[in-house]
Every structure is written in structure tokens, then in C-alpha cells.
């Protein structure tokens, strides 16, 4: 780390990643701790730049990430040193302002053991963090290796097509996967949410991510706040006319209520959805709620009527060739004779 500091540089987003990637793989190959600091003003074009040096350091580096907040752990350099880094950790650190002012005496503090630890660590920051860092941790502030600005906005369309990337079923399947990845994904979606302007784009977008939140949450069994985050992505789809969306939402809020024992609640919302997708003429989005409905009938205790409408979910699956979906369907009406 150099005890002295060295200029900010102001590049692209698209350069920033590959120059951040360079100082820290320079230094991990010399033996040496790197601390950057990348000053954002845009969430969406901050992450984009997250993602891109994640990339360029590839799998032969390991990406911890930290959240400061007001009842956590103000300490970290602290509790860094009760658990040393490998020598493939790159710590990624953020919200560094909710844990002020202690974050900031504990920086200007314990700064020596991040030399000794050779610690490689990039503070994602804004103007203010960074003037904050300035002024109250002078001596930590010091030992930077280099200061990055990324200060564009998006682009026309750039911050859209960002975040339809990131809200991606196939994205959201890979994070079920990986449990630990979820936390800071959820964070990142309620920070790009406070971006978003109230024009018809920007609320789509918002109701898009409102639905992701929901998966996420949904996914780290946070149940109530799912409910929340599906909710509302159903009022905005719903504004915006969007019926698609607005159908699974309604789907994925009632089969949380009917883990949760709201049976009725569920239901109502399902036969919302069944009217939605006999209106759009979605056969494999109404297969799916008649076959969720009979599944709430059976727990009502009503086994005919259940029955009946697994049978008819079965037959409109068939009909239209959705082998997964027949395959759910059956062993719903297995079920019966269990």
C-alpha cells in the first residue's frame, strides 16, 4: 500500500473493472495488499462495474463481501485479524457511512494490520464516504493504493437493460444455489430500487425488481417479506397493465400464503390468476393455478373438488405438451390415494 496518496483517476466503467483487476492482481503476484477506493454516483452503473471486475479477477480469486450498517460490526480490520485472509481474498466493501463514526476511528486505528495481513480490499464509496475518509481517518485514508471515479449515469436504455439482465429467471435459479450469495443480491436490488424515477420505463423496471426481491427473499425463506415485494410488484403491474407479470406475481404471493396457512387468502389470489390467464389465453399459467387451487381445496378438505380440478389442470398440461408440468400435476392427483 503507498503511505501517500496517489491521484483519483476518472475512466469509464467499461475501463474501470480491467484497471481495478490489474492493481490487484499486481499485487497479489508481488506479495503485496491493495486498498482502492471506486467513488459511484449510480447504483446500476456501480454494479455493472462490480460485476465486470469480478469477472477479470476470475476464479483464482475469492470475493468476500462486507456490509457495514448501524448495529453491526463496526471493527472490521479488527475482526479480519481474529479470521486472516487467504491468499485469494479480495474483500469488497460497502455502506461504509451507516457505520460512522466508529467505522472511521477503527479504520484510522488498526490501518498498520492491513499491511501486515497484506490485505487486497476495494471500498465502493460515494463522494461524501470518501470526503468523510478524508478528513476523519487521514492516516488510513493515506494508505491507499489508488482512488478510481465512477461517475457516469446510465446511458438511455443502459440502466433497462441492466436490470432486466439481473432479474433473469435463470440468474435467480443460480443464486438458489449459492445461499451466500443472496444477502448482498438483495441489498444491491433495494439500492438500484432507490434510482428508479416514477416514468413508465423506470416502473417497470421497479416492478420487475420488486418481483425479484420477492424470489430472493422467497429463496432465503424470508417469507413475510416476500409477500411484501410480490405485493408490490403486483400493484405496479397491474398500473402499468402488465398482465403477465402481474398474473405470476399473484401466483408466487398465494403460494406463500398457503405455506404461511392463509388458505383462503391463497385462493383468492389464485382464481385472480386463473381469470388473468384465461383472459390472456396463457393455457400453461392457468394449468398452474388450477393445479395450486386443487392443492388448497385438498388442505380444506375438500378431496371431489380437488380432484376435479387436478384433473382438469392434468388435461389442459397434456393437451398443450408441458411434460414438467403434467409430471407436477400427476403427482398431485397421486396424492389423492396416498
Not at 62 to 91: C, M
Not at 226 to 233: C, E, G, I, N, Q
Not at 260 to 281: N, T
Amino acid at each position: 500500500m503507498n503511505p501517500s496518496p496517489a491521484a483519483i483517476q476518472s475512466i469509464p466503467p467499461g475501463d474501470v473493472a480491467g484497471r481495478m483487476a490489474e492493481d490487484i492482481t499486481r499485487g497479489k503476484r508481488v506479495g503485496r495488499g491493495v486498498l482502492l477506493f471506486a467513488i459511484y454516483r449510480s447504483e446500476a452503473v456501480r454494479a455493472q462495474a462490480e460485476t465486470a471486475l469480478v469477472t477479470q479477477l476470475g476464479e483464482a480469486i475469492h470475493v468476500a463481501r462486507v456490509y457495514f450498517s448501524k448495529s453491526g460490526d463496526k471493527d472490521w480490520i479488527l475482526t479480519l485479524a481474529q479470521n486472516p485472509p487467504q491468499e485469494k481474498d479480495v474483500y469488497f466493501l460497502y455502506q461504509l457511512e451507516k457505520a460512522f463514526p466508529k467505522a472511521l476511528d477503527a479504520l484510522n486505528y488498526r490501518r498498520e494490520l492491513l499491511v501486515e495481513m497484506k490485505v487486497s480490499a476495494v471500498f465502493w464509496v460515494t463522494d461524501g464516504e470518501l470526503a468523510a475518509l478524508a478528513e476523519k481517518a487521514p492516516d488510513f485514508f493515506r494508505f491507499h493504493s489508488e482512488i478510481f471515479e465512477i461517475l457516469d449515469l446510465p446511458a438511455a436504455g443502459e440502466q433497462q437493460h441492466f436490470l432486466s439482465e439481473l432479474t433473469q429467471d435463470a440468474h435467480v435459479r443460480e443464486l438458489r444455489a449459492h445461499a451466500d450469495e443472496i444477502p448482498p443480491q438483495i441489498i444491491l436490488r433495494q439500492r438500484l430500487l432507490t434510482e428508479l424515477g416514477d416514468e413508465s420505463e423506470s416502473r417497470s423496471s421497479r416492478a420487475g425488481l420488486l418481483f425479484n426481491l420477492g424470489q430472493l427473499h422467497e429463496a432465503a425463506y424470508q417469507y413475510p417479506e416476500a409477500v411484501d415485494d410480490y405485493a408490490a410488484a403486483a400493484g405496479l403491474f397491474r398500473e402499468i397493465g402488465d398482465l403477465n407479470g402481474l398474473q405470476v406475481s399473484l401466483g408466487n404471493q398465494a403460494l406463500i400464503l398457503q405455506v404461511r396457512g392463509d388458505l383462503d387468502g391463497a385462493m383468492a389470489l389464485h382464481k385472480e390468476e386463473e381469470r388473468i390467464c384465461r383472459q390472456l389465453g396463457n393455457p400453461e399459467g392457468l394449468a398452474t393455478s388450477l393445479a395450486n387451487q386443487a392443492s388448497i381445496l385438498k388442505e380444506q378438505e375438500k378431496p371431489d373438488e380437488a380432484l376435479a380440478l387436478a384433473r382438469q389442470a392434468y388435461d389442459l398440461a397434456a393437451h398443450y405438451g408441458f411434460a414438467p408440468l403434467v409430471k407436477q400435476i400427476q403427482r398431485v392427483i397421486d396424492s389423492f390415494s396416498a
